[in-house]
């Protein structure tokens, strides 16, 4: 079975740098785009990042500002999100998401999520 | 930024019954539309891609259509575990914008 396990969430205070991990099981990780979604606490769904299959093209949203760089890692079938400058704005439930088309851009439904993990910016 | 505009917002329906949410784009997708269901406490769900194609494993209760602009997701006779919220998502341009969501309640 298809699974996305994210980690390395928690409490960090404003301005403070966090690292997200997301291990990925049950399918051929090098062959997706994978992307990050973030849901603040009642709030509704918000894209963040994508990276193509082998890395090489790479889209965040525009009000990052540069902040967050998304990376992966192939031969550990993992993908990574360091978030830097963090605000209380910050604070969400991250998920890991796999694109659904192999081989190509990450510009496909969402169609593997993990559980997400939480990241919380307060002082 | 594409924009993406769902309505209702909260829709109260009843066990049985046929609801219809709709998803208005702020410029063409083409059928780049997918469409989320999401229950409190768990990720998201895809129901519905490319605006009609349902996914595997998803009851044939659900159906999504349109085009262009405007998408509709059609849920009939509704079972007690369809009362969620649910969301609609472009994937025409890099922004990947959702729609705020709809929370379908019971009546």
């Known amino acids: 079975e298809e699974y996305l396990v994210e980690s390395g969430g928690g409490l960090v205070k404003p301005g403070g740098s966090l690292r997200l991990s997301c291990a990925a099981s049950?399918?051929?990780?090098?062959?997706?785009?994978m992307n990050w979604v973030r849901q603040a606490p009642g709030r509704g769904l918000e894209w963040v990042s994508s990276?193509?299959?082998?890395?090489?093209?790479?889209y965040y949203t525009d009000s990052l500002k540069g902040r967050f760089t998304i990376s992966r890692d192939n031969a550990e079938n993992s993908l990574y999100l360091q978030m830097n400058s963090l605000t209380a704005a910050d604070t969400a439930v991250y998920y890991c998401?796999?694109?659904?088309?192999?081989?190509?851009?990450?510009?496909?439904?969402?169609?593997?999520w993990g559980q997400g993990t939480l990241v919380t910016v307060s002082s | 930024d594409i924009q993406m505009t769902q309505s209702p917002s909260t829709l109260a329906a009843s066990v049985g019954d046929s609801v219809t949410i709709t998803c208005r784009a702020s410029?063409?997708?083409?059928?780049?539309l997918a469409w989320y269901q999401q229950k409190p406490g768990k990720p998201p769900i895809l129901l519905i891609s490319?605006?009609?194609t349902l996914e595997s494993g998803v009851s044939s209760r659900f159906s999504g259509s349109g085009s262009g602009t405007e998408f509709t997701l059609t849920i009939r006779s509704l079972q007690p575990a369809d009362f969620a919220t649910y969301y609609c998502?472009?994937?025409?341009?890099?922004?990947?914008?959702f729609g705020q969501g709809t929370r379908l309640e019971i009546k």
């Open positions: 998502q472009q994937y025409n341009t890099y922004s990947f914008t």
């Open positions: 490319d605006a009609s």
């Open positions: 410029q063409s997708l083409s059928l780049r």
């Open positions: 990276i193509s299959n082998g890395g090489h093209y790479i």
């Open positions: 049950g399918f051929t990780f090098l062959t997706y785009s």
């Open positions: 998401t796999r694109s659904k088309k192999a081989y190509a851009d990450p510009d496909y439904a969402f169609d593997l």
